[in-house]
T-cell receptor
């Protein structure tokens, strides 16, 4: 079975540009979360979506937005890029729902470089 | 203060050594804890969950002390393939909440 897939794998943008990153969850998974991992740091939570609704938001500016589609895939958008947005953007999917924790499985990430 | 703090290392140990990683968390409302492993330029992968009673998986032992808000990971008889960054993780916001990661501790196992 395919794991979480993300596209593109690498991306180079310049300051002020906009970027859209894409994520396809594991088949059957309904929840998608986005994380930003700056070099030398652990991943930092950006958004969580479940059944197309935003379920959680981390401490990121409004330049960051996301959405989830009926097929549970998701997009992360970042506007007005800054040099500090250079990072590995990770998508994680999980079954979600229910009272017990459902493991989040991470995709390989999109490495964004802002020049 | 960071919500999850851990020693960044690096820890450089010889094969066969026993190595221990420690982690503290600040939010007592957190319900679940994990250790993730991340290889260089790869995504994080779940290594093991951490329970108050302690849990063991082969050479790996994890322990949680809720009173001290302290989590540990012990690796015995370390292998070259254990070289990676180990991330301490807390789950916030209920069973379907989000993961809060520490900065990670880098481990290098040498021959």
């Amino acid at each position: 079975d395919a794991g979480v897939t993300q596209s593109p794998t690498h991306l180079i943008k310049t300051r002020g540009q906009q970027v859209t990153l894409r994520c396809s969850p594991i088949s059957g998974h309904k929840s998608v979360s986005w994380y930003q991992q700056v070099l030398g740091q652990g991943p930092q939570f950006i958004f969580q979506y479940y059944e197309k609704e935003e379920r959680g938001r981390g401490n990121f500016p409004d330049r960051f937005s996301a959405r989830q589609f009926p097929n549970y895939s998701s997009e992360l958008n970042v506007n007005a890029l800054l040099l500090g947005d250079s990072a590995l953007y990770l998508c994680a999917s999980s079954l979600a729902g229910g009272a017990s924790y459902n493991e989040q499985f991470f995709g390989p990430g999109t490495r964004l470089t802002v020049l | 203060r960071k919500e999850v703090e851990q020693d960044p290392g690096p820890f450089n140990v010889p094969e066969g050594a026993t190595v221990a990683f420690n982690c503290t968390y600040s939010n007592s409302a957190s319900q679940s804890f994990f250790w993730y492993r991340q290889d260089c330029r790869k995504e994080p992968k779940l290594l093991m969950s951490v329970y108050s009673s302690g849990n063991e998986d082969g050479r790996f032992t994890a322990q949680l002390n809720r009173a001290s808000q302290y989590i540990s990971l012990l690796i015995r008889d370390s292998k070259l393939s254990d070289s990676a960054t180990y991330l301490c993780v807390a789950l916030y916001g209920g069973s379907q909440g989000n993961l809060i990661f520490g900065k990670g501790t880098k481990l290098s196992v040498k021959p």
